[in-house]
């Protein structure tokens, strides 16, 4: 789990885009692919953002489902409503493309599908403090 | 280690190098950016296993840190599109925990595509050393590779010729500065996945007065 290593790029970002002004709320997308638990995450940055100007920000977080769609024949499907081995999904977390070495399309079974959906962290938005 | 020309020997030299380096006291990182047919691991004779801990771990052989595609990939082909290249590179540059290194040796796969350009975009500082072999083929390509990198800016120590044969020719490579030559090593072969042959090897021999010059 790399809960912390991403708290840290989290805090990092928004106090380089606030430059320097108070920080009231974060917005985060998170894909559900990384597989992260977001109280985690949530006590990580708070944490990290104490004595900066993000201290105390509130942290909001919107899950993005897991999405992949196949370019042989088109099927979009979650990868995640299917029960997939334990040691996968733990590759797949960390580096997402495993999924194309170790998953097939459920439909027609191709490997060349693209990851459209659940992965990564993203900062939607930052509320600065008036 | 780059040369856009395929078994030119880099996965040799870069793996060489780094032992090179190790046995210099140098803490040294090996990274396999070749997912394709990744092939560091069998020249320095190891497996690489999925280590995690807040991150993947790189494997350990004879004080190299090494990192490659092997821990996600296993003994399956890797059927992948440009873009699941770019972002693969990111996202194990992000999850490697490699701590402090005095050296990140970068072994590049062949091609002048999404390798180089993500090489430039998230390790700027990095420094690009061409490998070529004696073929008329070998320089061709590698002659792009050149003109590419100054295309793009990026920092480029010169170049080594691999698999030299005629040591008395004057290789030349778009005009770019001559490190050095490694000779064609017969034993070389049996040294593979042995890294104390291959520190006793002609390839680690010549490999030593390019690096002591690089050094200075």
Redesign the interface.
């Known amino acids: 789990m790399h809960e912390w290593a991403l708290a840290e790029g989290v805090v990092g970002s928004v106090l380089g885009a606030a430059g320097g002004r108070r920080v009231a709320a974060v917005r985060l997308r998170l894909g559900e692919l990384q597989q992260i638990d977001v109280e985690v995450l949530r006590f990580a940055i708070g944490e990290l953002s104490r004595g900066t100007a993000a201290e105390g920000m509130e942290v909001e977080v919107q899950t993005e489902p897991a999405e992949f769609e196949c370019t042989s024949c088109g099927n979009r499907w979650n990868p995640l409503g299917t029960k997939i081995d334990g040691d996968i999904m733990e590759l797949i977390h960390f580096l997402p493309e495993s999924s194309k070495i170790h998953m097939r399309c459920p439909r027609c079974g191709s490997s060349d599908f693209r990851i459209s959906g659940g992965r990564g962290l993203w900062i939607e938005s930052i509320l600065i403090r008036e | 280690m780059a040369s856009g020309k395929g078994g030119v020997g880099k996965s040799v030299l870069s793996s060489v190098s780094a032992l090179l380096l190790s046995s210099l006291g140098r803490r040294v990182g090996l990274l396999d950016l070749d997912f394709y047919g990744p092939s560091v691991h069998t020249v320095l004779g190891t497996g690489v296993e999925?280590r995690?801990d807040?991150?993947?771990l790189p494997a350990e052989v004879h004080g190299v840190k090494l990192m490659s595609i092997l821990?996600?990939?296993g003994e399956?082909?890797?059927?992948?599109?440009g873009?699941?290249v770019s972002?693969?590179i990111l996202?194990?540059l992000?999850?490697t925990r490699w701590s402090e290194l005095d050296f990140l040796i970068v072994d590049m796969p062949p091609g002048t595509g999404e390798e180089i350009l993500e090489i430039r975009r998230f390790l700027p500082r990095a420094e690009f050393i061409a490998v070529v072999t004696p073929s008329k083929l070998a320089v061709g390509t590698v002659g792009r590779l050149v003109r590419a990198l100054s295309e793009l800016g990026a920092n480029f120590l010169g170049f080594v010729e691999n698999m030299s044969v005629d040591l008395r020719s004057q290789p030349d490579l778009a005009g770019a500065r001559f490190l050095g030559r490694v000779r064609f090593d017969p034993g070389l072969e049996e040294a593979i996945g042995k890294p104390d042959a291959l520190l006793r090897s002609l390839v680690a021999e010549d490999l030593r007065k390019i690096w002591s010059s690089l050094l200075i």
């Open positions: 999925f995690e807040r991150g993947i821990p996600f990939a399956s082909p890797v059927l992948w599109r873009q699941d972002q693969a996202e194990l992000a999850v």
